[in-house]
């Protein structure tokens, strides 16, 4: 048996969009960025971008501490495991989930956490998924100051991001300010082991799937593994690029837009001969926001695809299609 293969494409097929005008006081140089993001976004979803102001240092320290935690025994992870947890943070041992639902779990093993929410601040928020409390590694005292100082990077970076798909779309750069405030973000440390050289059919360290969200911005380190499904070509490689995060448009965004900006399946296989070791950060917004057409999005001939939702109630959908489908049963249901 051998692994799903993937197709080598030129660099420049996933555009390395520059960034750094999004911090420009002239709306000029920052509509420059929005249109470059436009033509990715409707292409295939998938870009990286580079001088996103996250500091390399901070970058090294996170990779770091997430090696430190996949190295410790295997009852010290457990002690913080996803299970005692209302909120799903926490560590998810290996073969802890099936996305494919091949009957063979992926290959990896991960640790949750998010924005930090006690019951006093706002009870009836509680009720949504992925709102509450981290678990943090004991015996770890630089893991908790390092994630908490990346995730504060990622959310700023990603609400940065927010306002230049708005541009992009022809909107005010203000336009999605209400789905990006009290925002439900989750940071994902993983932890791929090598893959075996005769695996069994299908077996990947991560199956193929979209992301529920909005957006994702995934830092992953030079192993490789990431692949695209692109429908002209079929699965793609998204090889590591120096110095840069990769981004992704998820389930939310393509409904937002009537499906014109891609949500694209992607997968892992890890075929470097060694660990791999990733860390998306997924941004879903404000869970009471309405996500409902966006202006520009439909016309006579086009009318909108999907009735409104709330972010919460998109969701608690999305958990309740993953628990009892697979992945084409899923797109064959919208």
Partial sequence: MSYPTARAIPISALPLIDIAKLKSTKLSDREVVAQQI?????????FYIANHDV????VDAVFRESRSFFALPLADRMSVRR??????????PMGGQDLERTGF???????????????ADHVVRLQYANIGLNQWPSGAPLFRRVMEAYFEAMLALAIRLMGALALSLGLAEN???????????LLRLLHYPQQ?????????????????????????????????????HGWLHAPPRTGSFVVNLGDIVARWTNDRYRSTEHRVINLSGRDRYSVPFFFDGNPDHLISCLPGCSGPNDPPKYAPVTVAAHTDAMHRLAAVTTPAERSANG
Avoid: M
């Fill in 38 to 46: 436009r033509q990715a976004c409707l292409d295939k979803g998938f």
């Fill in 55 to 58: 500091p390399a240092p901070l």
């Fill in 83 to 92: 299970s005692r947890s209302a909120c799903n943070r926490g560590f998810e």
């Fill in 105 to 119: 779990p992926d290959l990896k093993e991960a640790y949750d956490l998010g924005v930090e929410q006690v019951e």
């Fill in 175 to 185: 336009y999605f300010d209400g789905f990006c405030a009290q925002s439900v973000a």
């Fill in 196 to 232: 075996p050289v005769k695996p069994y059919a299908g077996e990947k360290g991560c199956g193929a799937h979209t992301d529920w969200g909005a957006i994702t911005v995934l830092l992953q380190d030079d192993a490789g593994g990431l692949q695209i499904n692109d429908p002209a």
